[in-house]
């Protein structure tokens, strides 16, 4: 399984951005999708995930402002980042987990993307 990421760029605070996983290999249809992220100097963190069924969790401080979806037919996840804050500057990687229970370990993912950088200007 291959993932790639894509759509960060340098945005406003305030501002959107939306980012692309796009999987080959395999179906992802049964595994959990996630987002990560890890900003300059930190631990790499989990930000939001989704079920096929199209269940979601999110870490508190993305809730009301990221939404993560999936489109089972195509292989692809989406993260749909609004109001964007300086604090989200990070580079951000999906992931797929064989399993279909909710997870924030990061060991626990299967797979994982190359990573796209989003920046957010103050």
């Known amino acids: 399984v291959q993932l790639q990421a894509s759509g960060g760029g340098l945005v406003q605070a305030g501002g959107s951005l939306r980012l692309s996983c796009a999987a080959s290999?395999?179906?992802?249809?049964?595994?959990?999708m996630g987002w990560f992220r890890q900003a300059p100097g930190k631990e790499r963190e989990f930000v939001a995930a989704?079920?096929?069924?199209?269940?979601?969790t999110y870490t508190d401080s993305v809730k009301g402002r990221f939404a993560i979806s999936r489109d089972n037919a195509n292989n692809i996840v989406y993260l749909q980042m609004n109001s964007l804050k300086p604090e989200d500057t990070a580079v951000y990687f999906c992931?797929?987990?064989?399993?279909?229970?909710?997870?924030?370990?990061?060991?626990?993912?299967?797979?994982w993307g190359q990573g796209t950088k989003v920046t957010v200007s103050s």
């Open positions: 989704i079920k096929w069924s199209g269940i979601t």
């Open positions: 290999g395999r179906t992802l249809s049964s595994y959990v």
């Open positions: 992931a797929a987990d064989n399993t279909p229970y909710f997870t924030r370990r990061e060991y626990e993912y299967d797979y």
